[in-house]
């Protein structure tokens, strides 16, 4: 052997001795959270300071972001720039087939806060009414997928109108002006606009509405299990208290959204049930059939596995707890 060579090595050697197993997570300073208006049970817990009483033991601070639709928080999530975001489960399940490394973890309502709606004087009736006209929608959130399967049972793709890519909150006020034809809604605006505006929710499919979940990022729950499982733990903290007590979710939901009581109690005693919590077995059948729809209607490649990526995304093995 060359003197070169067993100092090559040597040197290998030696690295292999100091490396360490695995890099050891920084200490966790910051939890990074969003709250949103189609998630009440997250403006409970923003209004209560909750997680900021869990964690201020630890010194780690709590940082609320607004999330203005699933496609929003899933942005956040995979740059990075919160830990903890709300969506609905079959936007989470698209998310994660274009490779956003999350995981969902905990559902924090069963809603029906997507229809498609329509102004009071239209005379749009059925979704295959809606062939060649203008639909308002915000892509890559449940009302999108909502509208792609509303067409799909009706013989159309999205071909057959024209998508007018706006925010939900913009959406709403393209459809009272008159600008779109229809808008694939989204509450709270979709009860607005039925309250204030006299809109139609020509099409309604409840369980088409997949669940709302919460999502944690990949590397947090890797690096910081434990403060995850401490965050599911004040989640459901929160979930049981508006739960129990109805009036103060809506006093807390007006003092966010400013909304009047027939709006607010339109979405939340009307279309939002909090009496789950875990992710099971109804959770991922909904979820999976959203999927396999939008692979149906071209969507989603032929060639993904959905079910695969949808047991990639779920970890139902962070605990709650039982009492």
Known sequence: MTEISRRILLAGAVALVMAPAARAADPLKEIRIDWATY????????????????????????????????????????????????????????????????????????????????????KIAGVADLKGKRVAVTRGTDPHIFLVRALLGAGLTEKDITPVLLQHADGKTALIRGDV????????????AEVEEGAKLFYRKADANTWGILNVREQFLKDYPDAARRVLAVYEEARKYSLANYDELKKTFIAVTKLP????????????????????????????AAGLALQQAGVVDAKVDVKATLDAL???QVPLPTN
């Open 261 to 288: 009581e027939a709006v607010v109690d339109k979405q939340l005693k009307e279309r939002t049930e909090l009496t789950h919590s875990r992710i099971g077995a109804p959770q991922r059948e909904s979820i999976l």
């Open 181 to 192: 034809d229809a808008w694939a809604g989204l509450d709270p605006m979709m009860a607005q």
């Open 39 to 122: 998630n009440p049970v997250s403006m409970v817990l923003k209004q209560k300071g909750l997680l900021e009483r869990e964690f201020a033991k630890d010194g780690i601070t709590v940082t609320w972001v607004q999330s203005a639709g699933s496609n929003k928080a899933l942005e956040f999530l995979n740059a990075g720039s919160i830990d903890f975001g709300s969506t609905a489960g079959s936007a989470a399940l698209v998310a994660k087939i274009n490779g956003n490394p999350i995981k969902s973890i905990y559902v924090y309502s069963r809603p029906e806060w997507t229809a498609l709606v329509t102004s009071k004087d239209s």
């Open 314 to 316: 779920i970890d139902d």
